[in-house]
């Protein structure tokens, strides 16, 4: 079992750039595909990016590739999401989840355990 906390979101203008940190507590985290997830109000909770257990294989939706870059830190049970750029459209939930399949894209119900979200809010 993994714990998972995020920290980072907050209010930035559009143009602007934040980051996400996810901290991992448990045994085995290098054992777990992350992800980042986002939920803006009234729609569903879709994924932004995705990071194999290595780190060799990287997931990007569309609306965030060229602006967004995920990475992890195994020796320090982290993953990160940079992002840059940022569009009001952006303005969402972020969620830090671990799943244990891997599949370039993938969905929610491929990750088991979620950190309790971090709001981003991209003012335009």
């Known amino acids: 079992q993994v714990q998972l906390v995020e920290s980072g979101g907050g209010l930035v203008q559009a143009g602007g750039s934040l980051r996400l940190s996810c901290r991992a507590s448990g045994r085995a985290f290098s054992s777990y595909v992350m992800g980042w997830f986002r939920q803006a109000p009234g729609k569903e909770r879709e994924l932004v990016a995705a990071i194999s257990r290595s780190g060799g294989m990287i997931y990007y939706a569309e ?8 990475s992890r830190d195994n020796a320090k049970t982290m993953v990160y999401l940079q992002m840059s750029s940022l569009k009001a459209e952006d303005t969402a939930v972020y969620y830090c989840a671990a799943g244990q ?18 709001q981003v809010t991209v003012s335009s």
Do not use: C, D, L
């Open 101 to 118: 399949i891997w599949t370039y894209g993938g969905n929610r119900n491929q990750y088991n355990y979620w950190g309790q979200g971090t």
């Open 63 to 70: 609306s965030v590739k060229g602006r967004f870059t995920i």
